[in-house]
């Protein structure tokens, strides 16, 4: 399979704590981008990160990316009850047009 | 100002009968794609149009048909809805296509079948 793998599955913290989650993958990208789905809604695109980049930020999110060990990781920092949601790595697989996401990891922001 | 519409939010048939889901889109996108996502996994596209050259994903069946008749409007028909069919269909735009693009969302459409 070539879905990417997020850990961990779900994430429990406390409003103002920061989050992080994990993706890999297993071949090689030109670039990784990471979702956020709210419950029972569609998709919002966050960021996305280039081959050639190792760190992105945009807001209180960070990314990185290492390709040598097939890996991205991404920063929520002092997270908010609203950041609650689902959040999927993705990344274009095969023909140029099929974008691959990872199995999500299911974030709980808690006041 | 919604970019990308799907319409109805929840639809409900029952096995067998044919449906239809429908999405628009105001970004004049030359991409549209459908995903089908089910409970608790990842979203998997059933296929997409880059205009209107339609694109079939190799393991999609043969139950899901989808029609582009304009660049705005793009629908999904499912012939005949069993019971593995109940799941969100979320439609999606690029302005191209290719590995630099982000999608675009729409809300989804949560399909039951009875």
């Known amino acids: 399979s070539q879905q990417g793998e997020e850990d961990p599955q779900a994430l429990s913290i406390q409003e103002g704590e920061n989050a992080t989650m994990n993706c890999s993958y297993k071949?090689?990208?030109?670039?990784l981008q990471w979702y956020r789905q709210n419950s029972g809604r569609g998709l919002v695109h966050l960021i996305l990160?280039?081959?050639?980049?190792r760190e992105k930020h945009s807001g209180r999110l960070r990314v990185t990316l290492d390709t040598s060990k097939k890996s991205s990781s991404l920063l929520i920092t002092a997270s908010r009850a609203a950041d609650t949601a689902s959040y999927f790595c993705a990344r274009y697989t095969g023909t140029a047009s099929k974008l691959t996401f990872g199995t999500g990891t299911r974030l709980q922001v808690t006041l | 100002d919604a970019m990308v519409i799907q319409n109805p939010r929840y639809q409900v048939t029952q096995f067998g009968k044919p449906v239809t889901l429908s999405c628009s889109q105001t970004l004049n996108h030359n991409v549209m794609y459908w995903y089908q996502q089910k409970s608790s996994q990842a979203p998997k596209l059933l296929f997409h149009y880059y205009d209107k050259d339609f694109n079939n994903e190799a393991d999609t069946p043969d139950n899901f048909q989808s029609r582009r008749p304009n660049t705005s409007f793009c629908f999904l028909d499912i012939r005949s809805p069993g019971l593995g069919d109940a799941a969100m269909y979320l439609c999606?735009?690029?302005?191209?296509?290719?590995?630099?693009?982000?999608?675009?969302f729409g809300p989804g459409t949560r399909l039951t079948v009875t």
């Open positions: 071949t090689s990208i030109n670039n």
């Open positions: 999606a735009t690029s302005r191209e296509r290719g590995i630099s693009y982000e999608q675009y």
């Open positions: 990160i280039r081959s050639n980049e």
